[in-house]
C-alpha cells in the first residue's frame, strides 16, 4: 500500500492565533474562570484539551452565541475564530464580563467588505451554512443579506440594481464558482467577490491535483463539524476518489477500508490538530505489520 501525504494540510494561522490567544487568556487571567462562546475551532480535541487549561466551553447548536451568552455568569469569555456579531460583544459587555476576540483575520476581512457594501447600499447574496457560527455573525448585520446555501435559495426577483455577492470563507471553491455562475445569469448587472481564504484554497487545490494520480481512498482527518474538513472529503468525491472517509482520529480506521486499498491519500482539515494527523500517517505506514492503534494522549493535542 503506497501512501500520499497530501500538502498542505491541517492547522491553518487562524487555528494557531485562536489556539495562541487561548493559551495566554489562562495565563493571564489565572483566577477567573473562561469560556469560550462556541467550539474554539471546530475539533473535539482541541477543546478536550483546553479544558486543561481551564477553559470551558459553551456549546449547544441550537443556540445563538446571543443566546449561549446566557450560560456564563461572570469571568472572561472568548470569541471563536469564526467570528461574532457586534449584538454579542455589546451583550457581553452589558453582563460585565471581559472579552477576546479569536476571530481570524480572514473572517473579520469579509466581514468588513460586507458592512462596507452594506453602506454603500447594497443587497447581499451570501453563500454560506445555515446555522454556521461565520455565517450567523454575518446575518446579524443586516436584513438586507441573503443567506444562499443552494440554487433553490437565489430570490427570484430581487428588485435592485445594486447587488452583491461574497461568500463563507471555508466554501467549497467549486461549488462556489457555480453558485457565482447561476446568480449571474439571473442577475446579470451583479457584483461577485469570492472569499475564499487562502488557507481552505491551497487545502482543496491539493485535494482537486489528485485526480488522475490512481488513489483509491482518501482519509481526510477532521471533525465531523468541520465545514472546511467536510468541503475537502468533499472535493475528494468529486474528483472520482472511490472511497473518502472523515475520521476524527487513527481509531475510526476500519480493517474494510483497507482490503483492497492501494494507493492511500491522507489530507487534514484546517482545524485538526497535527498530532492526530501523524498518527494516522504512522498507522497507514505500518499497517502490513502492526494494526494496533496507538494511544491519543491529549497532553500532545496543544
Ligand atoms: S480556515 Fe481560513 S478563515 Fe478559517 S480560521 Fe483558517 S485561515 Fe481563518
Known amino acids: 500500500m503506497e501512501i500520499i ?6 492547522y491553518c494561522k487562524g487555528v494557531v492565533r485562536a489556539i495562541q490567544i487561548a493559551k495566554e487568556a489562562a495565563k493571564q487571567y489565572p483566577q477567573e474562570p473562561i469560556y469560550v462562546l462556541g467550539m474554539l475551532v471546530h475539533n473535539r480535541y482541541v477543546i478536550e484539551a483546553l479544558k486543561q487549561f481551564h477553559i470551558h466551553t459553551i456549546d449547544d447548536k441550537s443556540k445563538t452565541r446571543e443566546e449561549l451568552l446566557d450560560q456564563i455568569p461572570s469571568g472572561v469569555v472568548i470569541f471563536t475564530a469564526h467570528g461574532i456579531s457586534q449584538q454579542a460583544i455589546e451583550k457581553a459587555e452589558k453582563k460585565g464580563l471581559k472579552w477576546i476576540d479569536a476571530s481570524c483575520p480572514d473572517v473579520v476581512k469579509t466581514q468588513d467588505i460586507i458592512k462596507e457594501k452594506l453602506q454603500e447600499g447594497y443587497e447581499i447574496l451570501y453563500i454560506g451554512k445555515k446555522f454556521h457560527p461565520e455565517a450567523e455573525a454575518i446575518c446579524s448585520l ?15 426577483s430581487l428588485q435592485t440594481s445594486k447587488l452583491f455577492v461574497t461568500n463563507q470563507t471555508t466554501m467549497s471553491m ?3 464558482e457555480h453558485l457565482f455562475q447561476a446568480i449571474q445569469t439571473q442577475y446579470p448587472h451583479v457584483l461577485l467577490c469570492e472569499e475564499i481564504c487562502n488557507a481552505t484554497r491551497v487545502r482543496q487545490e491539493a485535494i482537486a491535483q489528485l485526480k488522475g494520480q490512481e488513489i483509491d481512498t482518501l482519509f481526510v482527518v477532521g471533525d465531523p463539524h468541520s465545514n472546511n474538513s467536510n468541503r475537502l472529503a468533499q472535493i475528494g468525491k468529486e ?3 472511490q472511497n473518502v472517509y472523515l475520521i476524527d482520529d487513527v481509531t475510526q480506521i476500519k480493517s474494510s477500508y483497507l482490503i483492497d486499498a492501494k494507493k492511500v491519500a491522507v489530507t487534514s482539515g484546517a ?4 498530532y492526530l494527523t501523524n498518527q494516522v500517517i504512522q498507522y497507514l505506514e505500518h499497517y502490513e505489520t502492526d494494526q494496533q492503534f496507538p494511544t491519543i494522549c491529549i497532553n500532545n493535542i496543544l
Not at 501525504?5 to 491541517?10: D, E, I, S
Not at 482545524?271 to 497535527?274: F, H
Open 174 to 176: 467549486f461549488d462556489v
Open 271 to 274: 482545524s485538526t490538530p497535527t
Open 142 to 156: 443586516s436584513s438586507r443579506i441573503h443567506l444562499i446555501e443552494n440554487i433553490q435559495d437565489i430570490p427570484s
Open 5 to 10: 501525504k497530501v500538502a498542505p494540510r491541517g
Open 239 to 241: 474528483q472520482g476518489i
